[in-house]
C-alpha cells in the first residue's frame, strides 16, 4: 500500500528569498524524502525481480547463494548493452533481501511509511554481525539519522575507530569554503554584475556580504581575546 504523498502547505504570504519559512521547509524535506526512498527501493526491487525470475524461479534465497549462480547470469559481466553495473545488481540482491527481512521482522513497514532509504540499507549491508542490522535500522528510522550518521554507528559496531573532528576544524572548513566562493567570485565581477538579473539579486548579495563581514569581525574579536588571554 503505497504511502500518501504529503500536501506543502501554501504560504499564506510571500514570503522573502531571504525569510525561512520553517513549515513549509519541513514539508519539501518530508516530500523529498518519501520520493527518494520509494523510488530508490522500487528500483531495486523491480530489477531484483526481474533477475529472480528469468534466473531463479523466483527465488531470492536462491539467487544470494554465491554456488547457486546462473551461467547466463553470470554472462550478464560481459554484456556492453547492459546499462546497470553488475556489482550493482548484486548489491541489489543484497539490498532487497535486508529489506525483506526487516520488513518480516516489523523493524520497517511500508504499509505504515516506516521505510529506510536504499542507501541506508547498504550501509546496513557493512555490518561484520548482521543480527545488528534491525537495532540499528530501528535507531535509524526513530532518529531519523542521515546516511552518514549511520555509516558512522556502522564503523563503531564494526569496531572501526573514528576520529572525531574537532568543531575548530569545521570551522576552518567552512571559513575556506567561504574564502573559495569570494575568490571565485572576484575573479567574475564583470560577469557577476553584467547578468541580467543582478538587479534583483545585488540587494541580498550585498547583505548577505554584510552579514558575513559583521560576522566574521565579531569572531575573530572574540576568539582572539580568548587565545590571549590563554
Known amino acids: 500500500m503505497p504511502r ?19 513549515a513549509l521547509l519541513d514539508a519539501t524535506v518530508a516530500q523529498l524524502n518519501q520520493t527518494y526512498i520509494r523510488q530508490g527501493l522500487d528500483t531495486a526491487q523491480r530489477l531484483v525481480k526481474v533477475l529472480v525470475d ?19 547470469f ?8 547492459l546499462q546497470v553495473a553488475y556489482p550493482t545488481l548484486i548489491r541489489m540482491l543484497r539490498v532487497v533481501a535486508l529489506v525483506d527481512r526487516l520488513e518480516a521482522s516489523g523493524t520497517t513497514s511500508r504499509a505504515e511509511g ?9 550501509e546496513l549491508l557493512r555490518l561484520k554481525d548482521d543480527t545488528l542490522a534491525p537495532g540499528l535500522a530501528a535507531t535509524a528510522l526513530s532518529a531519523r539519522w542521515s546516511v552518514r550518521a549511520l555509516r558512522l554507528a556502522v564503523d563503531e559496531a ?33 560577469t557577476l554584475s553584467g547578468h541580467p538579473d543582478h538587479q534583483a539579486e545585488a540587494a541580498e548579495v550585498m547583505l548577505q556580504l554584510d552579514a558575513l563581514m559583521a560576522a566574521c569581525k565579531e569572531l575573530r574579536g572574540e576568539l582572539a581575546d580568548r587565545w590571549t588571554a590563554d
Open 74 to 81: 553470470l554472462a550478464l559481466r560481459s554484456r556492453d548493452d
Open 4 to 22: 500518501p504523498a504529503v500536501a506543502l502547505r501554501p504560504n499564506s504570504r510571500p514570503t522573502a528569498a531571504h525569510e525561512v519559512d520553517q
Open 54 to 72: 528469468a534466473f531463479w524461479q523466483g527465488s531470492l534465497a536462491r539467487a544470494l547463494r554465491s554456488r547457486d549462480r546462473h551461467a547466463t
Open 158 to 190: 564494526n569496531g572501526v575507530v573514528v576520529q572525531q573532528v574537532s568543531p575548530l576544524r569545521h570551522l576552518h572548513k567552512g571559513l575556506l569554503q567561504s574564502t573559495n566562493a569570494v575568490h571565485r567570485a572576484l575573479g567574475h565581477v564583470e
Open 114 to 122: 516506516r521505510e529506510l532509504s536504499y542507501s541506508h540499507v547498504a
